[in-house]
């Protein structure tokens, strides 16, 4: 009978060291989460910044083109504070204005004088370096997604996940515009 005791204490400790360690990995996998959404969050608010110097100086030479920056203009100014957007909301409006910016960049094509000015070379440049620095910083977003995901979703760990109310989170995935071939022309 002593024994059956121990037993289930054994049993409950364990049980409970079980739940601790699990707890303290979804803590540190959330935060890693958090960690990388702001780490990219910094560079899409840098882009977020560049767009208006972006329109102004295509606007100069684009005249008739005012679809598209009608489009990204409307999708800037559609969010009234960036910083108060849902990590979601950042997602899904990012995505937009990459599709919109693919578009102005392809217009450009068609303005030999606009690629050839000084302003716009170098917020093109500047462009450029945030857009790498986006990729690097969602690589990392997603490797600790798929590893808090992970955990909240493989069997045991998603019953302590459960318990305690963890879900998974959204990867940042490629948009529409993103996923096509480029098309190349000689």
């Known amino acids: 009978m002593d024994y059956i005791l121990w037993i289930v204490i054994a049993v409950v400790v364990l049980c409970v060291l079980y739940i601790?360690?699990?707890y303290n990995k979804l803590i540190k996998l959330n935060n890693d989460t958090?960690?990388?959404?702001a780490t990219m969050d910094v560079?899409?608010?840098?882009?977020?910044?560049?767009i208006p110097n972006i329109i102004e100086v295509v606007k100069g030479y684009a005249k008739h083109e005012k679809?598209?920056?009608?489009?990204?203009v409307e999708i800037r100014n559609s969010v009234k504070s960036y910083d108060k957007l849902s990590n979601e909301q950042k997602i899904k409006t990012n995505e937009q204005i990459t599709g919109e910016i693919t578009k102005l960049m392809a217009l450009v094509e068609s303005y030999p004088d606009l690629k050839a000015n000084k302003n716009f070379l170098s917020l093109q440049q500047s462009l450029s370096e945030v857009e790498d620095e986006i990729a690097q910083s969602r690589k990392y977003y997603n490797a600790v997604v798929r590893n808090y995901n992970n955990k909240v979703e493989m069997i045991p760990s998603n019953i302590v996940a459960k318990m305690l109310g963890y879900k998974?989170?959204?990867?940042f995935e490629a948009n529409e515009s993103e996923r096509k071939n480029g098309k190349v022309e000689i």
Not at 43 to 50: S, V
């Open 20 to 22: 601790v360690l699990t």
């Open 34 to 37: 958090k960690e990388g959404f």
């Open 43 to 50: 560079y899409l608010k840098k882009r977020w910044d560049l």
């Open 67 to 72: 679809d598209t920056l009608k489009e990204v």
């Open 168 to 171: 998974s989170k959204t990867m």
